[in-house]
């Protein structure tokens, strides 16, 4: 058994670095798509000696073929360029920001996973009722809405109006419960969304009514039984939630001032730093993958079917 | 491999390895092994194992074995629409490997397959008449069409069914309307895959008499797929029996039924349900 | 599954299944048709000349509040935002221009989307191999990276913003379609025309794309809302749809400022957005559950 599950994680591994080869590739093709990012960095009042300067400054001189080499390399090497307007390594701001996003990602997928899995069940043991159609039309409500204006409104009632928390920045744990509870409401929507659909297919399987028969009680047959088979997809969901928690994480950042790597991406942006924003998106991208392939091997892991 | 037994009367019409090419053979599968990956696992598995059979002008040829035997799989290589596997299957005397494209193509309407499920058969977004419509105009030069009314008349339907959709059909008339668009290409080879047990009981009869009266009148040979010995028997002049994708025997229907060689053959006939025999039909 | 439904009277069945259809064909008609009126709305409103010039400044109405608040007027139903710019007529019009970036958005997703899907899924083999390997390496990019990775090097504009929901949506697209194609391909009906001859071009676009539509078209709509989400989030970043244009997400941008002197200038886009959205939702899902041939076989 093991041997096939050595094997198993060979292949995943393979696999892995294809991905990660092609979506590091794509980072690089989409940075390149203009040809040559040096006239958006300098804008158009530039002199073609700044232009040539900065080219030569960040290796654009070169050949793609060339540039593409030294990109590899330096994601192999965990060199990942410096700054054009901190004049620091992109690597060392990114990781200063990193604990910003991660504490906010995690908070916020926690509250996730804490209410909309049990949402889930509910509306799955009581298929068709009251319960269920509030609790599919609340996720359904939690995927329609735009994330940052729900931090808006937020901060409108419990910041400005009642004045029970702060608005923005952070510091104590008061400064991350908005925007906790603001990155929450997608990826809950689609746990409870999935939680549902995945137990309520469980629960019309013939070893529920059976573990009923034998006397079990409700509750440990739904949670032990049920919920024990459902989880599976929704672990996945709960990670792959992660990647789209990062993207409604620059929009919150933004609005709630939180230092995170979002906010470092916008300035980078706003500054046209061209290497923090591929540093940015290089790191996220190798973040994404490695994290999707840690869930397929935890699957296989767990699940003795899929062996 | 085991090695088929020879039963019977039509013994000179089956290919041995070796011998030269009889003229006019419709279809001659010669050694034909096809190997499928398992889906989970990826190990190979045979499904069609060193098997050699062949079909004479007019002739209606069973095969028969339990579900898994490899019996589909040796349908769909004959009619190079599944995987071809290794050996030789020569339609209408011509090796399919040798084929171009458009050979191949060219030679696919002389074989026509009717399946086990009528409706997966039909495109569920185009309603008889078109479909008639469009297989004509895959042949553009071809003159010799018999017309949308006459050809529903052949296989039992009222006209005013033409205009329905594959939903709006039983599966009764949509298996009636498969053959009729087998028909209508006046094919030399019909290949029927279990083409009744997807249909009521009491439809399968006149399903049935369809095939053979099509056979009787067109004049093509017939490979006739079924697990139901009766109904192959009522059909078939000769058989073949499968077992694991090898075949364990072969000869005249009537003989084999009769005088079973092989223990799995006997042991498919044991398990028929009621009397021992049905009246021969 | 077929072979029951063969047991059951023809009357009977055609009966059942027309009954179905009718009522799912009503309730895609109730989602669809307040979508529809929205868009006719933001259409045709600024047209009749009942609203004010959304880009007339007025500065000594700045922040004026809406009607049904102490100080409104019905000169400015909806409030003003910090320029003294009407916030309806601005939410009509930015209608326009969200509405707009959303089917744009979502055509430019499904269109490459379904090629690929379908191709992938038809052809087998290495093409399969390769998009498959392209639609995981896609769909482990969140979208904000792809959106900064082409913004640093493009610059903002409507363009960029639809080549961002392009590069982002059709990996979703081709995954469904490419289940869906090659669960079609193994139909016996397939199998069927190729035995009349029939050829692959043709098999592909006269009977796989047909039976596909459907699901296209719920694919297309539910990627209609995605679109506005992205437009508005982009937007509001300044990294979208910037001043002078005006979307629903570029008055959130410029609404987030006044949020906690005026609450309207953000509050009315916001619920504009998440109305569409969920409509749009709620429509793709009723059509989704409708076409999926793998859940409908007749």
């Known amino acids: 058994m093991s041997r096939v599950l050595v094997r198993k994680g060979l292949r995943h591994l393979g696999a892995a670095l294809i991905t990660l080869w092609l979506a590091v590739t794509m980072a690089f093709a989409l940075g390149r798509l203009s040809g040559d990012p040096t006239s958006n960095i300098l804008g158009p009042m530039a002199t073609p000696e700044q232009r040539d300067a900065l080219q030569a400054q960040l290796g654009l001189d070169q050949s793609l073929v060339v540039q593409y080499l030294d990109y590899l390399k330096g994601i192999v090497t965990l060199d990942f360029g410096t700054s054009l307007q901190f004049y620091q390594p992109n690597l060392d701001m990114i990781l200063d920001r990193l604990p910003f996003t991660l ?3 995690g908070a916020g997928m926690a509250i996730a996973v804490a209410i909309g899995v049990p949402l889930g069940v509910l509306a799955a043991t009581r298929e068709g009722t009251w319960w269920d159609r509030t609790a599919s039309a609340l996720a359904l409500l939690g995927q329609s809405v735009p994330v940052f204006w729900l931090g808006m409104m937020l901060i409108l009632l419990f910041a400005v109006r009642l004045g029970w928390l702060p608005a923005g920045q952070s510091g104590s744990w008061q400064h991350l419960v908005l925007p906790a509870v603001t990155m929450s409401l997608y990826p809950m929507a689609h746990v409870a969304r999935l939680t549902r659909a995945s137990m309520s297919e469980v629960l019309r399987e013939p070893y529920i009514d059976s573990a009923r028969a034998r006397g079990l009680r409700v509750r440990s047959v739904v949670w032990r039984h049920g919920f024990g088979n459902a989880s599976a997809p929704v672990l996945t969901i709960v990670v792959l939630q992660a990647g789209a928690l990062l993207s409604g994480a620059v929009a919150v950042e933004y609005v709630y001032s939180w230092p995170g790597l979002g906010q470092l991406a916008l300035q980078a942006i706003q500054f046209r730093d061209f290497p923090l924003v591929q540093a940015i998106v290089v790191f996220g991208a190798i973040t994404f993958v490695v994290l999707n392939q840690l869930v397929d091997m935890l699957h296989v892991a767990i699940d003795p079917r899929l062996r | 491999m085991t090695e088929a037994i020879e039963t019977g009367t039509a013994a000179d019409l089956v290919r041995r390895p070796g011998l030269t090419p009889q003229d006019g053979l419709v279809l001659e599968i010669e050694d034909l092994v096809v190997q499928h990956r398992r889906e989970r696992s ?18 209606s040829m069973g095969v028969v074995g339990e579900s898994g035997s490899g019996k589909t799989t040796l349908a769909m290589a004959a009619t190079a629409l599944g995987a071809p596997g290794t050996g030789t299957i020569r339609l209408l005397g011509r090796d399919l490997r040798s084929l171009k494209r458009a050979e191949l193509r060219a030679l696919r309407p002389e074989v026509q397959v009717v399946f086990q499920d009528p409706h997966g058969s039909l495109d569920p977004r185009q309603s008889v008449r078109s479909g008639f419509k469009e297989l004509r105009a895959l042949q553009p030069r071809r003159t010799d069409w018999i017309d949308d009314e006459d050809l529903v008349g ?7 069914l033409l205009d329905r959709y594959p939903h709006q059909l039983s599966g009764g008339q949509a298996q009636r309307v498969c053959i009729a668009r087998a028909l209508m290409m006046r094919p030399r080879l019909i290949v029927a895959d279990e083409p009744t047990s997807g249909l009521d009981v009491s439809v399968q009869a006149d399903v049935l008499e369809l095939l053979r009266e099509a056979r009787r009148t067109t004049g093509a040979s017939m490979l006739f797929i079924s697990h139901d010995l009766a109904v192959v028997r009522s059909i078939c002049q000769r058989v073949v029996v499968m077992y694991r994708g090898a075949v364990v025997e072969q000869g005249d229907a009537e003989q084999v039924f009769a005088r079973p060689r092989h223990d799995y053959t006997r042991r498919l006939l044991a398990a028929m349900p009621g009397s021992r025999w049905r009246a021969g039909r | 599954m077929t072979q029951l439904d063969a047991k059951v009277p023809t009357i009977v069945a055609t009966e059942h299944v027309a009954r179905a259809r009718r009522r799912r064909r009503t309730s895609v008609f109730w989602l669809a048709l307040p979508l529809v009126a929205i868009a006719v709305l933001v259409v045709v409103l600024p047209m009749t000349g009942l609203l004010a010039d959304p880009r007339q400044t007025d500065l000594d109405n700045t922040l004026a509040p809406p009607v049904f608040l102490d100080g409104g007027s019905w000169d400015n139903p909806l409030g003003t ?35 690929i899907g379908v191709l992938a899924g038809y052809c087998r083999g290495w093409v399969d191999l390769v998009v498959s390997r392209l639609i995981d390496a896609q769909l482990a990019l969140p979208f904000i990276l792809i959106a900064l990775a082409v913004i640093s090097s493009q610059g903002s504009s409507l363009p960029v913003l639809f080549l961002v929901l392009a590069l982002t ?11 869906v194609a090659m669960t079609l391909r193994e139909r016996q009906f397939v199998l069927g025309l190729r035995a009349a001859g029939a050829s692959e071009p043709r098999i592909v676009l006269r009977h796989v794309v047909p039976n596909l539509v459907g699901t296209i078209v719920a694919l297309g709509t539910l990627q209609i809302g995605t679109a506005i989400l992205v437009e508005s989030a982009l937007s509001f970043l300044g990294l979208g749809v910037v001043p002078p244009d005006i979307s629903w997400g570029a008055m959130l941008a410029s609404g987030q400022d006044v949020l906690s002197r005026a609450w309207w200038v953000a509050t009315f886009p916001g619920l504009a957005i998440t109305v569409v959205v969920l ?6 899902d009723a059509l989704l559950t409708h076409h999926d041939p793998r859940k409908r076989r007749r």
Do not use: M, Y
Not at chain 3, 90 to 105: C, D, P, S, Y
């Open chain 2, 154 to 160: 052949r296989v039992r339907l009222a006209p005013d």
């Open chain 2, 42 to 59: 990826r190990e190979l598995f045979t499904a069609v194992d060193h098997v050699s059979l062949s079909i004479g002008p007019g002739e």
């Open chain 3, 279 to 284: 409509l749009v939702n709620l429509l793709g």
């Open chain 3, 169 to 179: 949506g059709w990996a979703a697209c081709a995954r469904v379609t490419r289940s």
């Open chain 3, 81 to 115: 935002d910090k320029l003294g710019q009407d916030v309806l007529a601005q939410l009509v019009v930015g209608g326009r221009l969200t509405l707009f970036i959303g089917l744009v958005g979502a055509l430019v997703a499904i269109g490459p989307g379904t090629l």
């Open chain 1, 103 to 105: 504490q906010l990602v």
